[in-house]
């Protein structure tokens, strides 16, 4: 009995702590906001709050929705973590339909470092810069 006892706690006990510990794709979320600054560029130095949905919907496993407040309008667009990069593409207001925000950086076990800020219009580059994202959750969504 005592034996049966043993050989059902070794084999549970792995079991257990598997299931107890966090997942590893919870820990590396990407959800939230997150301040992007951006400087050297011609026109669009500043900090911008973008904010991730992670919930995979792009076919990469950290992928989805992304929005930006500006000028009290909210713009659309979507992020995908590919490898060591995360990149972000948001719609750009104006009269351009094919125009966009893009921010490129690195990004790992969900925090996002440093990289590039693109502003397109037409397929070209009007505007770029340098591009530092703080801390998951250190910025407003709303102004």
């Known amino acids: ?3 049966n006892i043993r050989l059902f706690v070794a084999m549970a006990l792995p079991i257990v702590v ?3 510990t966090p997942s590893a794709a919870s820990a590396q979320s990407y959800t939230g906001n997150w301040p992007g600054t951006v400087t050297d560029s011609r026109g669009s130095n500043g900090t911008y709050c973008i904010t991730l949905t992670d919930n995979g919907s792009l076919g990469w496993p950290h992928s989805g929705q992304a929005t930006m407040v500006e000028n009290r309008s909210t713009l659309y667009g979507t ?3 590919i ?3 995360i990149t ?3 719609e750009s207001p ?3 339909a094919d125009a966009g925000l893009v921010f490129v950086a690195q990004a790992s076990n969900g925090t996002v470092g440093k990289g590039v800020y693109d502003d397109v219009y037409s397929g070209e580059e009007i505007d770029s810069g340098v591009l530092m994202f703080g801390a ?3 910025c407003s969504a709303s102004k």
């Open 94 to 96: 104006g009269d351009y």
């Open 83 to 85: 490898g060591p990069l």
């Open 1 to 3: 009995m005592i034996r």
């Open 136 to 138: 998951k959750n250190s």
């Open 88 to 90: 972000i593409t948001i």
């Open 79 to 81: 992020f995908q973590v």
């Open 18 to 20: 598997f299931v107890l």
